[in-house]
């Protein structure tokens, strides 16, 4: 089993900041990507940032310049520290992990429980 733990949510007026953690552990052989992904009362789930292996980083547009996602200690931890935060970020982040199981030859996808960001003007 792999299991996915988001931290690090929490209530910050507008313009704060925010870091969230996120941790995969279990029955990991490689990590393909790991990413943060939010979801709005009423919309979809939408990506905020991921990492991929070799630390490439992709971004939702909104967040370019704002949000920063690091994988500092080479293990299955990333980041994702939030700047200048606004009240249309408020959502439940969850992190996904894109992972090989020892002895499998395909990656799944394993979820968060998500944590809870709400920015308030």
């Known amino acids: 089993q792999v299991q996915v733990v988001e931290s690090g949510g929490g209530l910050v007026q507008a313009g704060g900041s925010l870091r969230l953690s996120c941790a995969a552990s279990?029955?990991?052989?490689?990590?393909?990507?790991m990413g943060w992904y939010r979801q709005a009362p009423g919309k979809e789930r939408e990506l905020v940032a991921e990492?991929?292996?070799?630390?490439?980083?992709n971004y939702a547009d909104s967040d370019k310049g704002r949000f920063t996602i690091s994988r500092p200690y080479a293990n299955n931890t990333v980041f994702l520290q939030m700047n200048s935060l606004k009240p249309e970020d408020t959502a439940v982040y969850y992190c996904?992990?894109?992972?090989?199981?020892?002895?499998?030859?395909?990656?799944?996808?394993?979820w968060g429980r998500g944590t809870q960001v709400t920015v308030f003007s």
């Open positions: 279990g029955d990991i052989y490689s990590i393909n990507a």
């Open positions: 990492m991929i292996s070799g630390g490439g980083t």
């Open positions: 996904n992990a894109d992972v090989v199981r020892s002895g499998m030859f395909r990656s799944g996808d394993y």
